[in-house]
C-alpha cells in the first residue's frame, strides 16, 4: 500500500477549492535531507497548474489525523514536469513526512501562487540565495535558460548540502559564486553570505548594479541582510524581489493601530459572504472567518507566504506581522488575513481582488 494510499478515497467535491488530487510521478532525492517531487498533471488540469517562475505549491497533508498545509516552491522550468523541492527540517512534520513520499502515492494540491516570479523583459538578474531557498530560482534559471542572464550567488553548510549543484553548473548564461560555510572547497568562498561578503562581490563587479531584477530568497537574515546591502549601494526597491523561507520569531511585530472598539465584519469569498463581530487581537480576520464557515485560503498562517491575501474595500486593518506583502500592496489596501485584525468600526474584506 502506497503511503499516500488514504488520500485515494477522497472524492474531488470534498476537497477545498482550489485544491486537486494529483499523482506523485517520481522521487528524487537532492540531497540526504532533501527531495525532488515531481507530479503527473492530467490534461484536464493542465490549465489550472499553469505557472510562472518563481511561484509556490500549497499542499494539505492528513498526518495521523492532523491535516497541515504546507508551501513548497516549485523548482521546474515552465515548460517541464510540475516540480517541487523539500527539505526535511528539524521537527518539521510535513517536510520530514513528504521524505517518505513515493511515485504513485496521491496528495491533495492547490493551484500556483505567489508574486516571487520572474518576468521575460528582466533580462539581466542577480539572485541571491541560501539553502533550499535556490527551488524557486531554480524555476526562474531554467526557465530563463539563455533569453536571460543570471548571476547566482548560493550559499550552504557544504557543497553535498546544497541542492541542485550540479545542474547550476550545467546552466548557460548563469554565472555562479557558491558560498560554504563548513567547507573549504575550490572555486568556492568559505564562509556565509552576509553584508560584507555581498559588499565585496559588488565592488568586485560593479556591473552587477545595473541588473533589471533581484531575486533574494532564504532564511531571513540572510534576506534582510542582502535587500540592505543592495539599498546601500542604491538598487531601487522596486528592482528587489524577495521570498522568506524560515523566519525569525524573534522580530518585532508591526505596531498596531490603537483602536480598541467592536467591529463589524464582512468577508467576500468567491460569491459567499459571512459576517461576524471583532474585538481585540486575539483572533484574526482568517480564523474568524473559518470560523463563520468560509474556505477561506491560507498555508503558513505566519505572515509568510501570502496565500491568505485580501483586500480591504471599506474600513481599515492592521497586520501583527507582514513579511510577503510589499509597501504597494498595503498601500492599495492588502492584508495578510491570518495576521490582521479590524481597527474601525466597519471592516469590508475581499479575497476576490
Known sequence: MGFFDR???????????????LDVKSVKSLSDASVQIEFNVPSDLEQQFRFQAGQYLTLELDIKGEKLRRSYSICS?????????????PNGKASTFLQQTKAGDQIVVFEPEGNF?????????????????????????????????????????????????????ALQNTTTQFYF????????????????????QIKQHLNLLQAD???LCG????????????????????????ELFFVSEAKAPIESANYSGKSRVKVMIDGEIAEFDM?????????????????APFSCRGGVCSSCRAKVLKGSASM?????????????????????????EELIVSFDE
Open 7 to 21: 488520500f485515494k478515497s477522497n472524492k474531488t467535491d470534498t476537497l477545498p477549492k482550489g485544491a486537486h488530487l
Open 320 to 344: 501583527r506581522m507582514n513579511h510577503s506583502l510589499t509597501d504597494a500592496e498595503v498601500a492599495e489596501g492588502y492584508i495578510l488575513t491570518c495576521q490582521a485584525h479590524a481597527t474601525s
Open 77 to 89: 522550468g515552465v515548460d517541464e514536469s510540475l516540480c517541487i523541492g523539500v527539505k526535511a527540517i
Open 213 to 215: 531584477a533581484f531575486f
Open 279 to 295: 474585538k481585540g487581537q486575539d483572533k484574526s480576520i482568517l480564523e474568524l472567518s473559518e470560523k463563520a464557515g468560509l474556505d
Open 219 to 242: 532564511p531571513q537574515q540572510m534576506v534582510e541582510s542582502a535587500e540592505k546591502t543592495l539599498a546601500f549601494f542604491g538598487v531601487s526597491p522596486q528592482k528587489i524581489h524577495k
Open 181 to 200: 560555510s563548513q567547507e573549504v572547497k575550490e572555486g568556492a568562498v568559505h564562509g556565509r553570505i552576509d553584508d560584507e561578503a555581498l559588499r565585496a
Open 117 to 169: 516570479v520572474w518576468k521575460p523583459e528582466h533580462k539581466k538578474n542577480v539572485a541571491i540565495a541560501a539553502g533550499s531557498g535556490i527551488t524557486p530560482i531554480m524555476s526562474m534559471l531554467k526557465t530563463a535558460g539563455v533569453k536571460a542572464e543570471f548571476h547566482l550567488f548560493y550559499g550552504n553548510k557544504s557543497e553535498q548540502s546544497g541542492l541542485f549543484i550540479e545542474e547550476i553548473r
